[in-house]
T-cell receptor, first 116, second 114 residues
């Protein structure tokens, strides 16, 4: 069965520090998608990125970067030069082709607190 | 169209009462999803609609839960005979097929059963 593990429950950093959020997944599918979402205190889940299982190229978007490694079933997320506005809960999620990509399986989230 | 809208934002109800939540997806999105999120956990999939057809239901969705999307537009999620364990955030999401940007989530309805 599919599973997403975010072992870091809570991380606290000081502004301008770099921080990496870990995500490990399990799936039997060879075709799947991985996501990261941000959930600020307002509650709405904000889409950050989607990667498919055939594309292991790392991606950078501004201060955000993602490292996808199929060999270790990991899809880690790094924030460079963190800011107070980055404080939120971050979720890693998986969707599988065998389920028609209908449902997302989420990890339990990592709460990031960025102190000024 | 500013996104996925959910009403109400908050609902407090007494145990045993019925509650109904509404979700208005992005108008051109044909897929609609309901998720439940309890405190400190990630969202858990409940059910999925493609247009008006309910195509998948999680085993989390007990007989007390029912969801509809009568005209393929808005959707309702009803919980009958609420229990304290139903207290959670209920999130709705929509997508236009296999959107490259994934799903768009609403802000959720927070249910508290007292």
């Amino acid at each position: 069965a599919q599973k997403v593990t975010q072992a870091q429950t809570e991380i606290s950093v000081v502004e301008k520090e770099d921080v990496t959020l870990d995500c490990v997944y399990e799936t039997r599918d060879t075709t799947y998608y991985l996501f990261w979402y941000k959930q600020p205190p307002s509650g709405e889940l904000v889409f950050l990125i989607r990667r498919n299982s055939f594309d292991e190229q790392n991606e950078i978007s501004g201060r955000y970067s993602w490292n996808f490694q199929k060999s270790t079933s990991s899809f880690n997320f790094t924030i460079t030069a963190s800011q107070v506005v980055d404080s939120a809960v971050y979720f890693c999620a998986l969707s599988e082709a065998s389920r028609g990509r209908r449902a997302l399986t989420f990890g339990s989230g990592t709460k990031l607190q960025v102190q000024p | 169209d500013t996104g996925v809208s959910q009403n109400p934002r908050h609902k407090i109800t007494k145990r045993g009462q019925n509650v109904t939540f509404r979700c208005d997806p992005i108008s051109e999105h044909n897929r609609l999803y309901w998720y439940r999120q309890t405190l400190g956990q990630g969202p858990e999939f409940l059910t999925y609609f493609q247009n008006e057809a309910q195509l998948e239901k999680s085993r989390l969705l007990s007989d007390r839960f029912s969801a509809e999307r009568p005209k393929g537009s808005f959707s309702t999620l009803e919980i009958q005979r609420t229990e304290q364990g139903d207290s959670a955030m209920y999130l709705c999401a929509s997508s236009a097929g296999e959107s490259v940007e994934g799903y768009t989530f609403g802000s959720g309805t927070r249910l508290t059963v007292v």
